[in-house]
């Protein structure tokens, strides 16, 4: 049986593909189509899926999506009453909105098929019920607290959820224009980071601030019994899309967030590229903790209300990994589940799985979906590609390549390294990741200069190989899919200067060899040379989606400072080829 889950029109477009229950493969349409978030319809990620197992799409037999626009329709109506202004929008947006659900004519015409010949039966699945089936199905658990968070979905920033068996039960949702994701979203606009996505770069910046301007802030998202609400006086109103815009391209823009309150409370907002001062830092600080607070506040109740130990958490605001990493002193769950695409592209697993087991009743089944669900090629197509560019380069079998790459890590160069299948979700995990020596001085810099150009204060993360973690952090819980911050235990920190963040903590990968074997035998052989059980990984991209083809890895590779780069079992220098 074949199900087809997808996020589209929405920011993170993808397709997910499942075979009798299990997530065969799922892409993120930015990742073929080169646009970073891509909110139009996922093609390309449906041909790939449908392209891994030689189907055609007449060989679907369900389609999924992450999105219901009929869900909450009664608190979208009363929410418009209530602001007459907003009336005519809300029926622009409903109208707007109605091709966009004819999935099998929409399907039909990228495909170039009969939509007579599309046999599959169609799927709508809440927004947020999708995250959290994302997570939950993923997860080895007959029973978990279901939790997901970010801006908006289908009017709903957060849901609360008992998962038993195969059936999710909603026991909560927080409905807008009250929005976690918003509060997040609006500061950060406000201290001058205004792309979709930019929320990530300002958890860095946090740990630099002081404690200045927490009470203040705290005056713009309030607790109250198991809920928060935003005080909307700090608010533009935005609308039942949160200010969120899809331009005809595909792409995103935000709409601003802040009000004049917010300029009055807190003087004027920053302009983007200007110095960042203490105020900005401050702010960013202050936002993190209110973020926080509200989590561990929210997750207090969930537990209260399903008494477990295990949390399957979703969503946007899933991917705070410092917030994830405090999960387990600041509330009673234990283990959690976060499945590597806890954004919208998460949205397509969460819908087909949800298709397979709550609609149709079939049985969970443990499959431990790892986040290698992308394409891999052959040696020939690579071996093609690289002539094509015209570098020299070495076959090596797979000791060698793992000695060269090790030795040259460790002798302070910068090593592309491509291998099998592309990672599902937005970080590097070992597979198109750009690796250095994560305890040589001023390698952050260096790595900054010669390639990534990010902002000074985001730092860049370690992969350590699974059974080592505890010796060099302050938490046991693995983090395979680079989603929890840990504090660096003191003593290493000095050997991990160059990922070691200004509040001495890291947000680490936990490297198991079932998982990700050859690179876990990279580590491992680094290891051997330098004493140290890590390696820097950051994603293999220069401002744009991570590289997913051969071409794209060697093009970013020519025109970058990176030293070598290992792609397949081919390794090319550039030295040799300048
Ligand atoms: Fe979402």
């Given amino acids: 049986m074949l199900i087809l889950g997808l996020n589209m029109f929405h920011a993170d477009a993808s397709a997910a593909l499942l075979q009798d229950g299990e997530v065969i493969f799922a892409i993120a349409e930015e990742r073929l189509n080169r646009v970073k978030h891509y909110a139009g319809f996922p093609t390309l990620a449906i041909k790939a899926c449908l392209d891994f197992v030689g189907a055609k799409i007449t060989d679907v037999d369900h389609m999924a999506v992450g999105q219901d626009s009929d869900a909450n329709l009664a608190k979208k109506v009363q929410y418009a009453v209530a602001n007459p202004a907003r009336i005519l929008n809300f029926i622009r947006l409903r109208q707007r909105k109605q091709p966009m659900r004819d999935v099998r004519s929409l399907m039909a015409k990228a495909l170039d098929v009969d939509p007579k010949a599309l046999r599959f039966q169609e799927h709508h699945l809440e927004h947020h019920i999708a995250h959290i089936a994302s997570a939950y199905y993923c997860s080895p658990w007959d029973k978990a607290a279901g939790f997901s968070y970010d801006g908006s979905g289908d009017f709903v920033s957060t849901m609360m959820a008992r998962c038993e068996g195969n059936q999710i039960e909603v026991l909560d949702r927080v409905f807008l224009p009250d929005s976690l994701g918003s509060f997040?979203?609006?500061?950060?606009e406000f201290i001058g980071f205004q792309q979709y996505g930019d929320e990530g770069k300002v958890m860095g910046l946090a740990p630099y601030g002081k404690d200045t301007l927490c009470d203040r802030l705290a005056k713009v998202i309030g607790l109250r019994n198991g809920s928060f609400n935003l005080d909307l006086s700090f608010f533009k109103?935005?609308?039942?899309?949160?200010?969120?815009?899809?331009?005809?391209?595909?792409?995103?823009?935000l709409a601003r967030h802040f009000s004049p309150r917010m300029v009055k409370a807190f003087g004027d907002p920053r302009e983007p590229h200007t110095e960042i001062t203490q105020r900005e830092m401050d702010?960013?600080?202050?936002?993190?903790?209110?973020?926080?607070d509200v989590l561990f506040h929210l997750l207090n109740q969930l537990h209260q209300r399903v008494s477990c130990e295990d949390l399957a958490m979703a969503g946007g605001c899933a991917l705070n990994s410092v917030a994830n990493g405090k999960l387990f002193t600041r509330a009673p769950f234990r283990r959690t589940w976060i499945q590597p695409a806890a954004g919208d592209e998460g949205l397509a697993i969460g819908a087909a799985l949800h298709t397979y087991h709550a609609v149709l009743n079939q049985p969970r089944r443990f499959v431990r979906e790892g986040a290698y669900l992308g394409p891999e090629f052959s040696d020939a197509r690579i071996e093609s590609d690289l002539k094509k560019a015209k570098l020299r380069y070495r076959k090596l079998e797979r000791e060698p390549l793992l000695e060269t790459v090790a030795q040259k890590i460790a002798a302070g160069n910068i090593v592309g390294w491509f291998q099998g299948r592309m990672e599902w979700g937005p970080r590097a995990l070992g597979n198109r990741s750009i690796l250095a020596?994560?305890?040589?001085?001023?390698?952050?810099?260096?790595?900054?200069?010669?390639?990534k150009q990010r902002e000074w204060f985001r730092p860049f993360a370690p992969s350590i190989l699974e059974e080592r973690q505890c010796e060099y952090f302050e938490h046991d819980h693995p983090s395979p899919f680079m989603l929890h911050v840990y504090k660096i235990r003191p003593e290493k920190r000095a050997q991990l200067s160059a990922v070691n963040h200004v509040d001495d903590t890291g947000r680490l990968q936990s490297v198991s060899r079932e998982e990700n074997p050859l690179y876990y035998e990279l580590i491992r052989a680094f290891e051997q040379k330098t004493g140290i059980p890590v390696v820097l990984n950051t994603s293999f991209n220069e401002n744009e989606p991570i590289v997913c083809q051969p071409e794209e890895?060697?093009?970013?590779f020519k025109r970058t400072r990176m030293d070598a780069l290992a792609i397949g079992p081919y390794v090319t220098v550039k030295t040799e080829n300048q």
């Fill in 184 to 188: 997040y979203t609006m500061i950060c």
């Fill in 237 to 253: 109103s935005l609308g039942s899309n949160q200010g969120m815009h899809v331009l005809p391209d595909g792409t995103v823009r």
């Fill in 283 to 292: 702010l960013a600080y202050a936002m993190q903790r209110r973020f926080e």
């Fill in 437 to 451: 020596h994560p305890g040589l001085p001023g390698m952050k810099d260096i790595l900054n200069a010669r390639i």
């Fill in 553 to 556: 890895a060697i093009d970013c």
